[in-house]
T-cell receptor
Framework: GNSVTQMEGPVTLSEEAFLTINCTYT??????LFWYVQYPGEGLQLLLK?????DKGSNKGFEATYRKETTSFHLEKGSVQVSDSAVYFC????????????FGKGTTLSVSS | DTAVSQTPKYLVTQMGNDKSIKCEQN?????MYWYKQDSKKFLKIMFS???????INETVPNRFSPKSPDKAHLNLHINSLELGDSAVYFC???????????FGQGTRLTVV
């Protein structure tokens, strides 16, 4: 079946450090891939997405590239801020009626000044 | 205007009670979901509805019953609440031909 594996957290960084959160997936065919972010006490917000191989999603300085050959969608940011502290979820799904998003277990990021 | 809204945001109740959580989306989406987030932040799909029809019903105790009166609403009723039901429940929606899902703010259910 479909599944998503992301690196265990927590990840603790200093402000302006480089961030990588690894995500790999198992799926048949060509799923769409996502990164969602959950700030403390809030719901999930879409951070970025990619719908086909070699697509790069980007938003708010975050980037991730859909790599079919390595079945990966790693999240990167060149310089993190304290306000980036949150839980980050990698997810996949298909554009098919009723199909659900399958999430990784989430990675908690804590950025200190 | 809130795209996906859930009520209540917090719910504290005693074991054995019956409670409902309501969800409404004003995005015109065809598909709606309920997810459960446990204390370790893991998100698990519970139910999926497409055009008011149940599509996904994961291994969820039958004490949980979703109801979709129309495409814009998906409510979750829980009977005989147990301590293990304590979690954050998220409603989400999307267009059936689009993969991007929008989430509500969550309902934190605490069973005491």
């Amino acid at each position: 079946g479909n599944s998503v594996t992301q690196m265990e957290g927590p990840v603790t960084l200093s402000e302006e450090a480089f961030l990588t959160i690894n995500c790999t997936y198992t799926a048949t065919g060509y799923p769409s891939l996502f990164w969602y972010v959950q700030y403390p006490g809030e719901g999930l917000q879409l951070l970025l997405k990619a719908t086909k191989a070699d697509d790069k999603g980007s938003n708010k300085g975050f980037e991730a590239t859909y790599r079919k050959e390595t079945t990966s969608f790693h999240l990167e940011k060149g310089s993190v801020q304290v306000s980036d502290s949150a839980v980050y979820f990698c997810a996949l799904t298909r554009a098919q009626a009723g199909t659900a998003l399958i999430f990784g277990k989430g990675t908690t990021l804590s950025v200190s000044s | 205007d809130t795209a996906v809204s859930q009520t209540p945001k917090y719910l504290v109740t005693q074991m054995g009670n019956d409670k409902s959580i309501k969800c409404e989306q004003n995005l015109g989406h065809d598909t709606m979901y309920w997810y459960k987030q446990d204390s370790k932040k893991f998100l698990k799909i519970m139910f999926s509805y497409n055009n008011k029809e149940l599509i996904i019903n994961e291994t969820v105790p039958n004490r949980f019953s979703p109801k979709s009166p129309d495409k814009a609403h998906l409510n979750l009723h829980i009977n005989s609440l147990e301590l293990g039901d304590s979690a954050v429940y998220f409603c989400a929606s999307r267009r059936q031909d689009n993969t991007e899902a929008f989430f509500g703010q969550g309902t934190r259910l605490t069973v005491v």
